[in-house]
T-cell receptor
Framework: DSGVTQTPKHLITATGQRVTLRCSPR?????VYWYQQSLDQGLQFLIQYYNGEERAKGNILERFSAQQFPDLHSELNLSSLELGDSALYFC?????????????????FGPGTRLTVL | QKEVEQDPGPLSVPEGAIVSLNCTYSNSAFQYFMWYRQYSRKGPELLMY????GNKEDGRFTAQVDKSSKYISLFIRDSQPSDSATYLCAMKSDVINKFYFGSGTKLNVKP
């Protein structure tokens, strides 16, 4: 158990709908990262927040948005859902969140939310 | 062209075999190289990391980085059925504040 929690575990919804995925980082971690994992695209970085501020942006669609709250939990909002958005969405957290890599920046992944868009 | 390329497999080997997993990359700015293991229905977990070129050994696992060829490898000696998982490589640089992951290689170690 990494200490990162994600809810819900599974989500089934219809095209055009909007969903919110929630992530609670490990105690003491200030950074939260969101990733999308699909069979054909692998693990794609979406966005990172550090202590409430957006730190880095990856291949995140305009229909998607995220935020990190004062208690450091984060939410990923997916709107106008399409069939192709069906994937596993992972949240990861780390103590630090910039510069090179070090154990300070090691990411710990949550168990993921499986989103199915029908 | 993707930043990081990884053969998706699956790779099936008998127990005790030496396994070689590889990734190639295109961005010479990458300095940090990581290998993650992902069991089915779980999130990835860090297995090893290396900085710049060279080898790093941890038990049955050895990570190699060849920056001149933009090629990294993970070797697993005396593979066990418990090693059956998807292995993802990941890379980062000091100047780009994001991680780049390979698509993962699925490994099956048969008893």
């Amino acid at each position: 158990d990494s200490g990162v929690t994600q809810t819900p575990k599974h989500l089934i919804t219809a095209t055009g709908q909007r969903v919110t995925l929630r992530c609670s980082p490990r105690s003491g971690d200030l950074s939260v990262y969101w990733y999308q994992q699909s069979l054909d695209q692998g693990l794609q970085f979406l966005i990172q927040y550090y202590n409430g501020e957006e730190r880095a942006k990856g291949n995140i669609l305009e229909r998607f948005s995220a935020q990190q709250f004062p208690d450091l939990h984060s939410e990923l909002n997916l709107s106008s859902l399409e069939l192709g958005d069906s994937a596993l969405y992972f949240c990861a957290s780390s103590v630090g969140g910039k510069g090179g890599w070090s154990p300070y920046n090691e990411q710990f992944f949550g168990p993921g939310t499986r989103l199915t868009v029908l | 062209q993707k930043e990081v390329e990884q053969d998706p497999g699956p790779l099936s080997v008998p127990e005790g075999a030496i396994v070689s997993l590889n990734c190639t990359y295109s961005n010479s700015a990458f300095q940090y190289f990581m290998w993650y293991r992902q069991y089915s229905r779980k999130g990835p977990e860090l297995l090893m990391y290396t900085y710049s070129s060279g080898n790093k050994e941890d038990g049955r696992f050895t990570a190699q980085v060849d920056k001149s060829s933009k090629y990294i490898s993970l070797f697993i000696r005396d593979s066990q059925p418990s090693d059956s998982a998807t292995y993802l490589c990941a890379m980062k640089s000091d100047v780009i504040n994001k991680f780049y992951f390979g698509s993962g290689t699925k490994l099956n170690v048969k008893p």
